[in-house]
């Protein structure tokens, strides 16, 4: 397959080194310094075992109206993503991937670029890039990817077939992945996780071992998670995917030290190092995203206020 990533990030670059690894024809789309790191290739350090290594792509510096790839794969930052669509638009490749986060539907993706060629989905990878340019990464795998894997979707029938494609191609590529016939509810459950954590760990300047040794704090993040639950519940999006609402079912004084030790391990410290990424644009905007479908749904939620208010 001939696949443009574009955005040259910590997403972009751990999925395009896979790709190319697994035989696709890979180009990146990327600017200014990122360009020149990536001359040489994408060096990914494993950030649990330490292991290096380097993939070649393709780089190119803009997406012409003219050029036709098999699948562009859009990896930037959800106040990034308004300024692209109109050049998504004007491309006539025929799918397009948009893995970005996002608590506000699709309507606006599908009027830029098409319901035929859109499909939507996220993740399940992290880490930051180092001065270097290597990406020290890690890729949700074992256990971990009961709450989360690489989930792909689509938002119109017709385009189920491919989307079943890319999720295997994905998994071929070493991404454990998944198709969900409900993406919107599928992000909007993971911004009502996602915002309360990352807010939580605002107050700690992005330091995870601080958090984690906070009960007081994680306390109010569970409870923040589940108010948010909640809400999903209330406007009719089921909380999925399963492993992970059934994961909030338990008490608080249960999940409370379980996410003490989940946040004070060295997957997390690895994967969801804010200290090293400039996410809190992208973090806030997502809050807002839900704190309107807070209101829209009447549900109370003094945790998810209070979190929000300090970023």
């Not at 395009?16 to 180009?27: I, T």
């Not at 001065?131 to 989930?151: P, W």
């Not at 400039?278 to 109370?300: N, Y």
Request: glycine letters at 8%; one cysteine or more; charged letters at 20%.
């Amino acid at each position: 397959m001939d696949v443009l990533f574009y955005g040259a990030g910590v997403i972009g670059s751990i999925y395009a080194s896979k790709l190319s690894d697994a035989g696709h024809k890979v180009s990146m789309l990327a600017r200014g310094q990122r360009y020149d790191q990536l001359v040489s290739g994408i060096v990914l350090e494993d950030g649990l075992t330490g292991t290096v290594s380097s993939s070649k792509v393709t780089l190119v510096r803009t997406l012409e109206d003219n050029d036709r790839y098999d699948l562009i794969v859009v990896a930037v930052r959800r106040e990034q993503i308004d300024e692209i669509l109109p050049i998504l638009k004007r491309n006539k490749s025929r799918h397009i991937l948009i893995m970005v986060n996002t608590a506000s539907g699709y309507l606006n993706w599908i009027n830029q670029v098409g319901a035929e060629r859109l499909l939507v989905g996220f993740p399940a990878a992290g880490g930051f890039i180092k001065d270097n340019g290597n990406v020290h990464s890690v890729i949700m795998a074992g256990l971990k990817q009961v709450m989360q894997k690489t989930t792909i979707g689509c938002v119109q029938p017709d385009s189920e077939f491919k989307a079943k494609e890319i999720v295997g191609i994905f998994s071929r590529s070493g991404f454990p992945a998944a198709y969900c016939g409900n993406m919107d509810a599928w992000q909007k459950t993971h911004v009502a996780l996602l915002s309360p954590l990352a807010n939580s760990l605002f107050k700690f300047d992005g330091d995870l071992k601080a958090l984690a040794a906070s009960r007081r704090d994680v306390e109010k993040f569970i409870v923040a998670v589940k108010e948010g639950f909640k809400v999903l519940s209330q406007l009719g999006y089921p909380v999925t995917p399963f492993g992970l609402k059934f994961l909030f079912t338990l008490p608080v004084f249960i999940l409370t030290p379980i996410w003490m030790k989940m946040l004070g391990s060295r997957f997390y410290e690895a994967a969801f190092n804010l200290k090293a990424n400039d996410s809190w644009g992208e973090l806030k905007m997502l809050g807002d995203e839900f704190q309107r479908l807070a209101l829209e749904s009447g549900i109370s939620t003094d945790a998810i206020d209070e979190l929000q208010s300090t970023i």
